[in-house]
């Protein structure tokens, strides 16, 4: 102990310098704050706005007009009679009221015994019952749809028709069989052989020099870009195996080899985190190490490989660029029937769709997109439920 | 043969295996361990495993055969001498004796046709046969080893691990095969065109090559640019702020609660497709986006600007940014962030100087990973950048990219081997070396820099 105190004064918490300073830097940090909850905002909202812009865009697509057409049933439908009736019912322009190839869904929906026929509407009535057409034609599909000879009905055709030229009776149905093949030849590869490995390298490859080898490739495979697989295919499916183009088969085994990874990634995780306690337990009363594998670790690990499958096929099924390649943009305008059929898949219409200029494939485009939003979400909020259920279960 | 009925033959022949040397292996003693069922397994794989392999490699090599054996028959001689007309011509007799199309488009093709279908059929059957015969000597092989004290666990389980085997070394067959096709296709794009004229050359015009001088309209370089422009610059310059920002707001000022549903509502920007992006940039923001532009004064802003593109792509990356930046701020020990804040340091502050810095490796690896993501990244250009090559500073101008080029280049129809879609395998050998050399720079800096707070 000195004599000689240092000279330590109390701070003063009132010096207006201090006080001046802490107020800056509180503000700066209240400004920090504000920005970082303004980048989640902006994000978030970013979502919302492209959601509602698609949901207000496409909404009108689930429903259609149709004309009310007063037409003798009971006599074979023709295209020159379903023309003359319209005539009769709404004046010389009546064949242009309706949508190309109307006749034929007179002929289809025609029942016997009833005076009228519902056929769909032309994009034009469309267009002039928004107000978007001269004020005449406005004018005169308001007064139609006054008298009860326009309405409209839900728009069965879009879930259930395939592509075509005219937006009126252009449908999902084709591009979603063509996905639902798809997705069926990708389960098929990706799934074993993406287990398979996974089980491989958790539980057999120990220190095998092999392993780091195929832990690098499947990293990478990971990160590499979808279209490079677009190219793979090409070259290898088409190119070398000679495969059909746009067939289910070659989109399918493209992106199996996209999907694969995913599902060693996720199995791996999954394996790991069955404890090490189990495995000892069998090894113990005498398994073998397959028998350790797939009697005990296997069931443990099902649930987490579900999930990171499911995840894996979600990708794969909103992909678009590498099926471009393969040559699945085609106008394919029947649903394929089977796995080397020329076919085409959800997100590939959208593209195509949004490719054309009309206003009613502008409807068509968003509400495609609705429903494959709505089929992503119901898969993956499944795989959330499917780990949930299963993990409870035991 | 129909391979159906093939397949459905030898699974009956394995399931017929299997239930013979179940029995014959329950009517004895066998090793500890062994049950009956594993010598059925044994009998069933040894029946099984050869007739497959042999039709897998059959189905790759027979094509070769079967055109081969076209080629000798009588109704070939009409073809051209070789090249692409003769593979067309091929390819669509293939087709109409498969049945697949009908109406001939070439009468050389119709006239081949059944020639084709006859060495199909002829083939078949001789890859039929060989299965069999396959099938049944392994299954008497199975039958003959199948005997007292004969131990078929260790035998079924070395099968099964040979299985797995197969399946992860498919992982690097993969790999191989991208590398391998893109640098063959790519070695004969350069046999054409000069190295130098690719990397180096600034004019890309496809649509018009000069068959004397390809090399001439078949520089990349404004591909580069436009690549960087709008995957590196502005879409990096969208979602590395907005990342970063709301990884740390998220980690350092949102409640539990708020953080458990806006983390996966950030999540799903990852999930939506790209073709939805693709489309909400060519219909919403490209016309947003030139309307901005001429309203600033520009009066040729482009409906199709790199800025549009850029912009939208940033967004798709944001939750990349943010969920490996959220990782690696969780990573950095808690003591270092308590530390800062006991000495009286703001939230601020301590973000800013020491769990920034702290994370900085995770964080610049995140970055590098989202930057490889955006490079690669097809639909969102495809719609709504520009198939135009420029080489521009301008943002509001029109910009294309590789990933761009190669979808143009190859969903014409043109000749497979011209030096057009040759050229979409040199673009993507380009992207692919990208990528890679991004995702190891990645690696290398968390693997350097990670242990230093352990």
Excluded: C
């Excluded at chain 1, 080899?257 to 790991?272: H, N, Y």
């Excluded at chain 1, 305008?333 to 054309?356: K, R």
């Excluded at chain 2, 690696?328 to 804040?341: F, N, R, T, W």
């Amino acid at each position: 102990m000195t004599d000689r105190a240092t000279p330590s004064l109390p701070t003063d918490w009132r010096a207006p310098g201090l006080r001046h300073r802490l107020r800056r830097r509180h503000a700066a940090e209240r400004r920090f704050r504000r920005l970082g909850a303004g980048a989640v905002l902006f994000a978030a909202g970013f979502l919302a706005f492209l959601l509602l812009t698609m949901v207000g865009q496409g909404l009108g697509a689930f429903t259609r007009t149709v004309l009310v057409l007063p037409i003798d049933t009971a006599r074979p439908i023709t295209e020159a009679g379903v023309d003359a009736a319209a005539v009769r019912a709404f004046g010389a322009d009546g064949p242009l009221l309706m949508a190309d190839q109307a006749w034929r869904v007179a002929r289809e929906r025609a029942a016997v015994g009833r005076a009228t026929v519902r056929v769909p509407a032309s994009d034009a009535v469309d267009a002039a019952l928004a107000g978007q057409a001269a004020p005449a034609a406005n004018a005169r599909a308001a007064a139609l749809r006054a008298r009860g000879a326009l309405r409209t009905e839900f728009a069965w055709s879009f879930l259930r028709g395939a592509d075509a030229t005219d937006p009126v009776r252009a449908g999902l149905w084709g591009a979603a069989k063509g996905s639902l093949l798809t997705m069926a030849v990708v389960f098929a590869f990706a799934f074993p052989i993406g287990l398979f490995a996974a089980l491989w390298l958790e539980e057999f490859a120990g220190r095998n020099p092999w392993a780091d080898l195929v832990e690098v490739s499947i990293n990478n495979l990971a990160a590499v870009p979808s279209i490079i697989f677009g190219l793979l295919g090409l070259a290898l499916f088409l190119g070398t195996l000679g495969l059909p183009r746009s067939a289910p088969l070659v989109g399918g085994l493209t992106l199996a080899l996209m999907t694969m990874p995913v599902i060693v990634i996720a199995g791996r995780g999954a394996i790991r985190a069955v404890p090490p306690s189990v495995r000892d337990a069998a090894l113990a009363v005498g398994a073998s190490r397959a028998q350790v594998v797939f009697h005990h670790v296997l069931p443990l690990a099902m649930p987490g490989i579900l999930t990171g499958t499911i995840i894996g096929m979600a990708r794969a099924l909103g992909e678009t660029a590498p099926l471009l390649l393969i040559g699945m943009r085609a106008f394919i305008a029947a649903p394929p029937g089977g796995l080397t059929d020329p076919a085409t898949v959800l997100p590939v219409q959208i593209f195509l769709w949004s490719d054309e200029v009309s206003h009613g494939f502008v409807e068509k485009t968003s509400a495609a997109i609705m429903m494959l939003l709505l089929v992503l979400l119901v898969v993956n909020g499944g795989a959330v439920w499917l780990r949930g259920r299963l993990e409870a279960r035991r | 043969m129909p391979t159906p009925a093939l397949l459905f033959l030898l699974g009956g022949l394995a399931l017929v295996g299997w239930i013979a040397a179940r029995g014959r292996a329950a009517a004895s003693a066998a090793p500890r361990g062994t049950l009956p069922g594993h010598a059925g397994t044994y009998a069933a794989l040894l029946i099984l495993a050869p007739p497959l392999l042999f039709l897998v490699g059959w189905s790759a090599g027979s094509p070769a055969l079967v055109t081969n054996a076209v080629l000798h028959d009588r109704a070939a001689s009409a073809l051209p001498a070789g090249g692409f007309p003769r593979a067309s011509i091929l390819s669509e007799a293939r087709e109409i004796a498969r049945g697949s199309t009908r109406p001939a488009f070439d009468r050389r093709a119709a006239a081949l046709a059944p020639a084709y279908a006859a060495a199909q059929a002829r083939y078949d059957w001789i890859a039929a046969g060989v299965a069999v015969l396959l099938a049944l000597a392994g299954g008497a092989a199975a039958w003959r080893q199948v005997r007292p004290g004969f131990a078929a666990r260790r035998r079924v389980e070395r099968g099964v691990e040979a299985l797995l085997l197969a399946a992860s070394l498919l992982a690097i067959v993969t790999t191989l095969g991208i590398l391998a096709s893109l640098v063959w296709e790519a070695s004969r794009f350069f046999a054409l065109v000069p190295v130098s004229d690719f990397l180096l050359g600034t004019h890309w015009s496809p649509q018009a090559i000069d068959p004397r001088d390809p090399g001439a309209g078949l520089g990349a370089v404004p591909l580069f640019w436009g690549t960087i422009l709008i995957g590196a610059v502005i879409a990096m310059a969208v979602a590395v702020p907005l990342g970063l920002l709301s990884a740390v707001y998220l980690t350092q000022y949102a409640r539990a609660a708020t953080r458990r549903w806006v983390k996966p509502l950030l999540e799903v920007l990852a999930g939506v497709p790209t073709v939805v992006y693709g489309y909400f940039a060519a219909l919403t923001v490209a016309p947003a986006v030139r309307r901005l532009g001429v309203a600033l004064g520009n009066a040729d802003a482009s409906g199709e600007s790199a800025l549009a593109a850029g912009l939208v792509l940033g967004m798709m990356i944001v939750p990349f940014v943010s969920s490996l930046a959220d990782d690696s701020l969780a990573a950095v020990p808690a003591g270092l962030a308590d530390a800062s804040l006991a000495l009286g340091a703001t939230r601020r502050e301590t973000v800013a100087r020491v769990l920034i810095p702290a994370a900085l490796p995770g964080i610049v690896a995140g970055v590098l990973l989202a930057l490889s993501r955006a490079i690669g990244e097809t639909m969102i250009v495809v719609m709504a950048a520009s198939g135009i090559a420029t080489l521009s500073l301008d943002p509001l101008a029109p910009a294309t990219t590789v990933t761009r080029q190669i979808v143009d280049l190859l969903t014409g129809e043109a000749a497979f081997d011209g030096p057009k879609t040759l050229a979409a395998f040199a673009l993507g050998l380009t992207l692919f070396v990208a990528t890679l050399l991004l995702n190891l720079v990645a690696l290398t800096v968390v693997k350097r820099y990670r242990q230093a707070y352990d």
